[in-house]
T-cell receptor
Framework: EADIYQTPRYLVIGTGKKITLECSQTMGHDKMYWYQQDPGMELHLIHYSYGVNSTEKGDLSSESTVSRIRTEHFPLTLESARPSHTSQYLC????????????FGPGTRLTVT | KNQVEQSPQSLIILEGKNCTLQCNYTVSPFSNLRWYKQDTGRGPVSLTIMTFSENTKSNRRYTATLDADTKQSSLHITASQLSDSASYICVVSDRGSTLGRLYFGRGTQLTVWP
């Protein structure tokens, strides 16, 4: 079992609200990622980080933002939630060396009404 | 275009039976291929990782094969159990970037019936 945690697990929120999805890992991994996944579809990378103070946008355009102030913490923020943001958000981390393994958190299921 | 295609999209089998899931990819340059199991409402969990030189890798009742020449992989599940019901995702990594970009398939949804 990977030591990577996400909160909340489920969130239902109204349009226009600001939300922050939390992700923490206790493995000391430098690389962290945020993916978005819709039912029956592939995971899409929306943000990643090589380490503290490093953040990059992924392949899928997202209105969310991320920060990496501490190695273990990689929160994702939506300033103004919209129904189109309804999805599952998965956080992952890796050591980034060799045939490296990505460990995934349990995900946050976000519903914007 | 780098892509990962999986088949079948969904599969129903009876408990105790074997099954094989397929993955075809066009990712280049190839680094490694992984199979993940994703239970409903959970994050993916790694089953195997194979590099270019590995043809077969086993993890308990899961056996993955890789043919890097034809760019195909399969995941064979032996003596299926009810707990095997999940989505199985094929993921291919390239070695063309520092990040080691991952390309995800859409998964095969496996249902095991008693």
């Amino acid at each position: 079992e990977a030591d990577i945690y996400q909160t909340p697990r489920y969130l239902v929120i109204g349009t226009g609200k600001k939300i922050t999805l939390e992700c923490s890992q206790t493995m000391g991994h430098d690389k962290m990622y945020w993916y978005q996944q819709d039912p029956g579809m592939e995971l899409h990378l929306i943000h990643y980080s090589y380490g503290v103070n490093s953040t990059e946008k992924g392949d899928l355009s997202s209105e969310s933002t991320v920060s990496r102030i501490r190695t273990e913490h990689f929160p994702l923020t939506l300033e103004s939630a919209r129904p189109s943001h309804t999805s599952q958000y998965l956080c992952a981390s890796s050591t980034g060396t060799g045939a490296w393994e990505q460990y995934f958190g349990p995900g946050t299921r976000l519903t914007v009404t | 275009k780098n892509q990962v295609e999986q088949s079948p999209q969904s599969l129903i089998i009876l408990e105790g039976k074997n099954c094989t899931l397929q993955c075809n990819y066009t990712v280049s340059p190839f680094s490694n291929l992984r199979w993940y199991k994703q239970d409903t409402g959970r994050g993916p969990v790694s089953l195997t990782i194979m590099t270019f030189s590995e043809n077969t890798k086993s993890n308990r009742r899961y056996t993955a094969t890789l043919d890097a020449d034809t760019k195909q992989s399969s995941l064979h599940i032996t003596a299926s159990q009810l707990s095997d019901s999940a989505s199985y995702i094929c993921v291919v990594s390239d070695r063309g970037s520092t990040l080691g970009r991952l390309y995800f398939g859409r998964g095969t949804q496996l249902t095991v019936w008693p």
